[in-house]
């Protein structure tokens, strides 16, 4: 049976069944309207127009009730149909010109029965525009595997293409009018610029697809600077735990949460960020050597890949984890958030405190990494060193290219110097 379409006595039926999330707001499962014809010729031409005006109806109907789900937002712009209808055609033989010529007539006696978007509609189908969310899924299946960013940049994509349906629509001039009355009334300049990133990332993928001409143009110099009175000058700089900063938060830690007590503990005397942290399992904790240390894998550059030693300070609270442990990992009980993070939650349960005794946008878990490197500097630990401890590059040809790296011993002697009492 041809696809829309269904026989009831001697009569072709259009027939379109309704998405569940567009349901509610449409009110049928299924959609139904005679063609009024015994002709399957007829019918197959009669359909065309009748499904487009149907998927129409859903889409306009889901955007106003809020049920469209997740991901970009679907264009009200639907070229299925329409290249369903060319490969019939083709199948049957007929050439190619003929088959544009009879498109474009039914898409614009469409236009004149007031259904809109049905010659941009053509217009995708054949390959004339290039319909921007058709290509959203496969620039993150290629280009982007982590799902939390996946997620960052569907939503910044589900923004722009609010306005930019087809690639045509996008030029300098229009991209430009648009963050300036849209985009950076809705967010920071900072975030605007992460945005940004990504539209111009879509841009080269599609590029390299062919799909518009390889150029940034339209993305270049569309965010102006902000402007910022010269008491500003610095503001936003994120700061650094001190050895009183750290003995305050431990001392505000509640009682029955000893995970965030623990973890405040390991981040001062090894410098790791809260997510290595959170990801240490009992085998990457070696206590048996002569210098015990944690390795740190899977970390986010090459460098950060690496063996910290254990400071004195904590060697006994990292024996009594590594013993308690119920789960293989070294700080236990935590919960895997979506995206398979374990320093989420607890994360969060360090901001509440740190807000608590009203420490600013300034100060935030990373702050403890600061506080170290801002010992090892104080303390005359070779800057070298330092970034082999906190995983830092170090690009020199001497120590960053031909080096090794400083063994353990080493990095221990740097490390006992931090002093948190």
């Known amino acids: 049976m041809p696809q829309y379409l269904e026989k009831r006595r001697r009569r072709w039926y259009a027939v379109l069944d309704v998405p569940a999330y567009a349901r509610k707001a449409i009110g049928k499962k299924r959609l139904v309207q005679s063609l009024e014809t015994d002709s399957l ?4 031409i009669r359909v065309l127009g009748v499904v487009q005006g149907w998927k129409e109806l859903i889409l306009h109907s889901a955007q106003r009730s809020g049920a469209t789900g997740s991901g970009p937002p679907p264009s009200a712009i639907n070229p299925n149909t329409w290249r369903q209808e060319k490969q019939r055609l083709e199948v049957l033989g007929v050439p190619d010109p003929e088959i544009d010529e009879a498109l474009w007539s039914i898409a614009t006696d469409m236009e004149e029965d007031g259904k809109e978007g049905a010659i941009v509609a053509f217009n995708v189908a054949t390959g004339k525009s290039v319909l921007l969310c058709e290509h959203v899924q496969d620039y993150l299946n290629d280009t982007v595997p982590d ?5 960052m940049k569907t939503r ?9 349906n087809l690639a045509e629509d996008v030029t300098h001039e229009a991209v430009a009018d648009w963050v300036e009355k849209v985009l950076q009334g809705a967010v920071s300049h900072k975030t605007a610029k992460t945005y940004l990133s990504t539209y111009r990332t879509f841009w080269t993928y599609l590029g390299r697809k062919k799909l518009v001409k390889r150029s940034l143009e339209a993305f270049t110099d569309v965010l102006e600077a902000p402007l910022r009175p010269k008491s500003d000058k610095g503001k936003g700089k994120r700061g650094y735990f001190t050895p009183d900063d750290y003995k305050r938060l431990l001392e505000a830690v509640p009682q029955d949460d000893r995970t965030l007590y623990d973890l405040i503990r390991l981040a001062a005397h090894t410098g790791c960020r809260i997510d290595e942290l959170c990801s240490l399992r009992i085998d990457d904790v070696n206590l048996s050597d002569k210098v015990p240390y ?5 970390a986010k550059t090459d460098a950060g890949n690496r063996k910290v030693p254990v400071h004195k ?5 990292v024996v009594q984890l590594k013993d308690t442990s119920e789960d293989g990992y070294l700080l236990t009980g935590l919960t895997f958030n979506k995206y398979g993070d374990r320093s989420n939650a607890i994360g969060k349960r360090f901001g509440r405190l740190k807000t608590s005794l009203g420490y600013g946008g300034d100060l935030v878990f990373h702050s403890f990494r600061r506080g170290v490197a801002t010992q090892f500097e104080n303390k005359g630990v070779p800057e070298v060193i330092a970034a082999r401890v906190l995983g830092h590059e170090f690009p020199t040809m001497s120590f960053g290219t031909y080096s090794g790296g400083a063994d353990l011993e080493t990095l221990l002697n740097s490390v006992e110097r931090l002093n948190w009492t």
Do not use: G
Request: hydrophobic fraction near 45%.
């Open 41 to 44: 010729t007829q019918a197959q």
């Open 147 to 151: 799902p939390k960013s996946r997620d």
């Open 156 to 164: 910044h994509l589900s923004i722009f293409l609010k306005t930019f």
């Open 294 to 298: 944690f390795l740190i894998e899977d």
């Open 313 to 317: 300070a904590i060697k006994q609270l």
